[in-house]
């Protein structure tokens, strides 16, 4: 079975504080993913990787960076906390190697989640 | 980019009954998925399905590409189907996959 781990479950955070959210996959998948879940709006999607070193932006980037040095993890990164980064953050993987395109359409496999807390 | 729109965003059921949930889409795709979210947050893809019928069990899932719609069965609901189903479509002229804003469904024993 394919598994996602993310290194908290629930992390509170200050204002101004730089915050690391790590993803782990153990199934060698090509692509990664960040989203963030808030109610009434759905999954939206803050970045994606395709290969080692390679990062696209999705729909709300803004605030946030990314690193994938290693197949297997990827980490998302928030600079400087704000209050309105109050979300759950959800990370996932899909096996399709490629660019863009089969990274969209390949079966996701996600992260149980972590719940983050600016105050 | 493309608009995804799900309905009704909340279904309350007794254990037992059938239900249907709804996606509908703003222009032509040919990929989307279904996933369940679990009231622990857990998200697993439920299925792959960009035309046709798709059945696994009690959920089954149809897609009419060209009306800019997809329906997800659940029969016999069972209170372990309680969470937040979405789906999810890929927008390649934008390179996204698209969220709708889900249903919640709860089922009560």
């Known amino acids: 079975d394919v598994k996602v781990t993310q290194s908290s479950r629930y992390l509170v955070k200050r204002t101004g504080e730089k915050v690391f959210l790590e993803c782990v996959q153990d199934m060698d998948h090509e692509n990664m993913f960040w989203y963030r879940q808030d109610p009434g709006l759905g999954l939206r999607l803050i970045y994606f990787s395709y290969d080692v070193k390679m990062k696209e932006k999705g729909d709300i980037p803004e605030g946030y960076s990314v690193s994938r040095e290693k197949k297997e993890r990827f980490s998302l990164i928030l600079e400087s906390a704000s209050t309105n980064q109050t979300s759950m953050y959800l990370c996932?993987?899909?096996?399709?190697?490629?660019?863009?395109?089969?990274?969209?359409?390949?079966?996701?496999?996600f992260g149980p989640g972590t719940r983050l807390t600016v105050l | 980019g493309i608009q995804v729109e799900q309905s009704p965003p909340d279904l309350i059921l007794q254990e037992g009954a059938n239900s249907t949930l709804r996606c509908n889409f703003s222009d032509s795709v040919n990929n989307l998925q279904w996933f369940h979210q679990n009231p622990w947050g857990q998200l697993i893809n439920l299925f792959y399905i960009p035309s046709g019928t798709k059945q696994n069990g009690r959920l089954s899932a149809t897609t009419v590409a060209t009306e800019r719609y997809s329906l997800l069965y659940i029969s016999s609901s069972q209170t372990t189907d309680s969470g937040v189903y979405f789906c999810a479509v890929a927008d390649f002229g934008n390179e996204k996959l698209t969220f709708g804003t889900g249903t919640r469904l709860t089922i009560i024993p």
């Open positions: 996932a993987s899909s096996l399709l190697s490629g660019t863009v395109l089969p990274a969209l359409t390949d079966t996701q496999y």
